[in-house]
């Protein structure tokens, strides 16, 4: 689970064009959006696309996002809970 | 002779009516012009409706009759709306005194290059080669000039929605300090698959209706259309002896500076244009009438506009409403479209209804005008966002 | 009332980021495209705000910070931006994301930034400047609008300090469809020929250039803005005759006065013919200095004989690889006039004149 996490960071950080991060910045339990990493509603949106382009996880509801996208292992938690199903 | 900067002329066309006198009707009987797409051709037909012009593009020009086969659906709303403007205000010839033409647009020639470029982008081939001469936004403004035969001054404004509010305000600016003495000004979009993907990936368009104000909102409906004014000096029209139609008094442009596309919680941006407005046109809020607002459907213009207006008038809101949901949001045309509506607004002493509107917004202590009725009309207000934190308003006002 | 240019940012395909240099050396490009000459924007701009940010937003909130930074001013009292074109990389990116088959599984990010009004946004959003923020798209108008924009807010008493730019970027794309539109001269082998060639077609060119106006004396101030005039479609060259004295008679001037011609010569030799014509009507016998063989042709390039002009009245010298008509004047130079057409559609005056 925390080498999942860990390559989800990575592709996060990407993805997100987060070029001046470096992952060991950005803790696993970090909150993303806010105070935290100061991601905004249009990250939202490209993590929406992310997991369902990468992941094959749709997310039919923005406001849904909220809690899924709080940090990376909460993200990471909801791609295990989903990808079986 | 004084510094008032008067408006003698409009024209309109959306999908609620093809020119003034269709749009008001409209308005009266509450008619809405959204609908199932016709016209444009995407993925997303049966799934999203629009407040399209009910004319083919074969049928815009055969009205206009454009002298170049070229031409973008842009170019002929724009065409057809800003000569409605002209022959209103009863202007015969062009160069009789020095005259602007001042348009926006948001999508310029979008609505028929973007197929080319798509086609170039994936394919390396272009057969379509002269429309990328009219892609940008400036070349429907110089066609639409030269069809007006208007030469003394062209400029094109892209703010995006507030576009064609600004070009309204610059349009006023360059006559007060003399260097025109009558313009006509205003804006036009055409509906793109462009920007249908653009607003769907945000995820703000709405299935159905669209319910701006409403508690449940789920975002906004796309419209296309042109709206133009003519503004002549207050010289210009003591020398021509013309009935204006209503004085333009003030107007005011801010940015909220809070993020590229969302407004701020507070709506400190819209506020202060509002506040500005009333400065320059030396009004206060108390005197006020009606406000047509920006009202576009989505959560966080609607909730962001509302308490912008609650900064300014308290617990005295004046009577507002939103027209988008006759209209879609029309995106750079929306501020001409909403002047045209404004100046109605004064001419009729009616006030028009904000449709569809079930459940008010519990954090708002005001409830938008639900019906159109007539009511006494001194000051309206026309607001007008953006992304890039735009904020632009209006103030229109009686002889 | 007089209008100062108070500071400049230039980025441009010549090392014109630097305030201190002035065409010391200059850049030759190979072939008939003049890519920008990038400042380290790590050292300008906030690596973190950078993320989001396309070319021409780097190349325009870089501008704008340099001529801030140089005119000392922290809070500007308006924006104001000309760009025909806009974002055009952004809105490539995003034609090529929906495509024709419209995917659903595409992100806004392209399609926010491809907003006309993007670069004048950002700006507003780094300075958190709650002020006026304008953005012209008239082709060879753009930047003009910008600047006359600017001019009436000082005017109106609507501020004392006020940022206009000039922005236009090109790209893979874009250079290739203008040559498919056969705009591009396709023998030029080094951009710095372009006067020696006498055929029809253009080098394409990018730039963000800024200003700051101000209606301030100050010792910092390059120059007085001393006029701004277009004509839309002349008919003939007494109508551009007929401009060019809108620029002069307000401030009481005459031929005699000028100093110095900035001409918009692109190598198109339709085009150039017009300015050859205008020189011959009005008979100076000034230095005649050409710029777009370093900056490449683009709809807002108007911006960089702004700065050409106020350089050379603040420095009183005319850099050797601008002239295109030699008289020897490296003092007392006092008018600098600029005339600029695009296309032959968007003609432009420019006056610029010494402080005091």
Redesign the interface.
Known sequence: MEAFAIKLKEQIITHLNLEDLEPDEVGLDDPLFGEGLGLDSIDALELIVFLEKEYGIKIENPEEGKQIFESVNTIAKFIEEHKKS | MSQDIWVTGMGTISSIGLNVEESYASLLKGETGIAPMRYLETRFKEEYPVGEVKLSNDELKHIIQPTTPIISRTILLGAIAAKEAVKSAGIHDPNEFRTGFISATSVGGMDISENVYQEYLTNGTIDDLPYMGIHDCGSSTEIIADLLGINDFVSTISTACSSSANSIMFGARLIKQGILERVIVGGTDALTRFTLNGFNSLKIVDKEQCQPFDANRRGLNLGEGAGFIVLESDALVQKTGKKPLCKLGGYGNTNDAFHQTASSPTGDGAANAMRKAMKIANVNPQDISYINVHGTGTPNNDLSEGNALMQIFGDQVPVCSSTKAFTGHTLGAAGGIEAVFSVLALQNQAVFPNMYLDTPISEHNFIPNQEFRHHEINHVLSNSLGFGGNCSALLFSKN | MKIYIRGIGNISPQRTFDNDEFLDEVVNHEGNRLNLVAPPYKEILN??L???MSKIIKMGVAAAKICLDESEIEMPDA?IIGT???CVKDT?T???A?????S??????A????????V???I??L?????????????G??FE?AV??GI?KL??GEGNHILVGGVDEMTD?SYL?KG??GKLKPELQNSLDLFNTKSPGISAGEGSIFFLLSNQENEKNYAELSGLF?V??PKSQTEIQMALQHVLKPKDLELKDIDAIIIGKNGDQDQDALYDEFLQEIQIDVPVLGYKHLCGEYETSSAFALWLAAKVIKEQNIPKSTIIKNIDKNSGMKHVLIYNHYRS?NHSFYLVSTCS
Do not use: W
């Open positions: 690596p973190r950078m993320r989001r924006i025909a074109m806009g490539e995003f034609l090529k929906y495509g024709p088959e419209e659903s599984l595409i992100t806004p990010t399609f926010i930034r491809s907003t006309h009004n993007t004048g946004g950002q507003a959003l300075l958190k400047c709650n002020q006026y923020n304008f953005t012209y798209v008239h082709r108008f753009s609008s006359l924009d009436l005017k109106e794309n469809i498919h539109l277009m839309y479609k559609v």
